[in-house]
C-alpha cells in the first residue's frame, strides 16, 4: 500500500497562546510521531461580514471576545508567528502546514513555502484563492469536501485540471460537524471519492471529526493515505474544537495503528510464507505424519 501521512490539526486549539502551540507541536512529532502538524490562518476582516465580526459567538461559554470577531482575533496568529511555527516543525522533523480560509492568508501562508497548504471545506469554491495558490505556489494543495457537493466537487477538481496541477491535488472525505456521529461518518465516500477522482488527483484522504480511532482504519482499509484528525492537549479547554479532538495519547495510538494496519494490507508474497513453514512442517496433516 501507498505510503500514509498523519496530520494532527492543531487549528485553533492552541488558544491564541504561541507556548501552547509549541508544546502541541513538540507533543505530536516526539510522542505521538505524527508526519505533519497543521494550523489555520484567517484574515477575519477579509473573511467576515461587519455583521458576522461583530454579533456575539453563538456559544458564549468558548468565545475569547466579546464578539466573534474579536474571539477570532484572539485566536489568530500573524505570519511572523506562523513563521515561528514552521521553525519549530522543521527543527523537530515534522512537517509545518496551514489551512488558509482566504486570499490574504493564502498569500502569507505561500510566501513560508510549507510542503502542503489546506483549503478547509468551507473555503474550496473560493476560485480566486484557489487560482493564487495555482500559480505562486509550488506545493501540494489538499482540499476538504465537507458541506460540498458533487458538482462542487467536480468544479473543483476540473479547476485544478484546466491550471494543470490536479496532480498537487489531495482531497479529503469529510462530514463537516463538531463531532460527527458514527453514522454520519459516512465511510463509503473515501470508495465514492476514489472511483471519480483517484486517477485525476494526486491522492484521497479522510478527514475526520468524529470520536475514537476506528474509523480512521476503516477509512484505511478503504484506500485514503492522508489522514486528519484535530488535536488537543486536553479535550475539556475553552474552544468549539477540543470536544472533537484527540488529546496525545489517542493520536499516537492512531498513528501507531495507521501504519501498522497499512503494512498487513497486502497479498501473500507467496502461497506459503517464511513464518509459516515451521508451522507447517510441525502442525499441517500431510506433513508431520508423511512417514508413518
Not at 500573524?78 to 492568508?105: A, F, I, M, N, P
Not at 502569507?108 to 495555482?134: G, R, T, V
Amino acid at each position: 500500500m501507498d505510503k500514509i501521512t498523519v496530520v494532527a490539526e492543531v487549528g485553533c486549539n492552541h488558544k491564541g497562546d504561541m507556548t501552547i502551540a509549541k508544546e502541541l507541536i513538540a507533543t505530536a512529532a516526539i510522542f505521538c510521531k505524527v508526519d505533519a502538524v497543521k494550523f489555520q490562518k484567517r484574515s477575519n476582516r477579509e473573511l467576515l461580514t461587519p455583521e458576522q465580526y461583530n454579533t456575539p459567538h453563538p456559544n458564549p461559554m468558548n468565545s475569547y471576545g466579546a464578539t466573534y470577531g474579536e474571539h477570532r482575533e484572539f485566536l489568530e496568529f500573524d505570519q511572523d508567528q506562523h513563521r515561528q511555527l514552521k521553525q519549530w516543525c522543521d527543527e523537530l522533523g515534522v512537517v509545518y502546514s496551514c489551512s488558509v480560509w482566504d486570499l490574504t492568508s493564502a498569500k502569507e501562508i505561500a510566501e513560508l513555502e510549507p510542503k502542503f497548504i489546506k483549503i478547509p471545506s468551507a473555503s474550496n469554491q473560493h476560485y480566486e484563492m484557489l487560482e493564487y495558490l495555482c500559480k505562486h505556489y509550488d506545493g501540494e494543495i489538499h482540499a476538504s469536501v465537507g458541506m460540498t457537493t458533487h458538482q462542487e466537487e467536480q468544479a473543483l477538481v476540473r479547476f485544478f485540471e484546466k491550471h494543470g496541477r490536479a496532480k498537487d491535488l489531495v482531497i479529503y472525505s469529510c462530514t463537516s460537524g463538531y463531532p460527527v456521529s458514527f453514522e454520519d461518518i459516512c465511510l463509503l465516500e473515501v470508495t465514492r471519492l476514489k472511483e471519480q477522482f483517484e486517477q485525476r488527483v494526486k491522492a484521497i484522504g479522510f478527514s475526520g471529526h468524529h470520536l475514537g480511532i476506528a474509523a480512521d482504519i476503516g477509512a484505511l482499509t478503504l484506500g485514503a493515505t492522508y489522514f486528519e484528525r484535530h488535536f488537543t492537549l486536553d479535550r475539556t479547554w475553552k474552544g468549539t474544537d477540543h470536544a472533537a479532538s484527540l488529546e496525545p495519547d489517542g493520536m499516537r495510538r492512531l498513528t501507531r495503528d495507521l501504519r501498522n494496519v497499512s503494512k498487513s494490507l497486502r497479498y501473500k508474497s507467496a502461497e506459503l510464507l517464511n513464518v509459516e513453514l515451521p508451522q507447517r512442517k510441525k502442525l499441517k496433516w500431510g506433513e508431520y505424519n508423511k512417514n508413518d
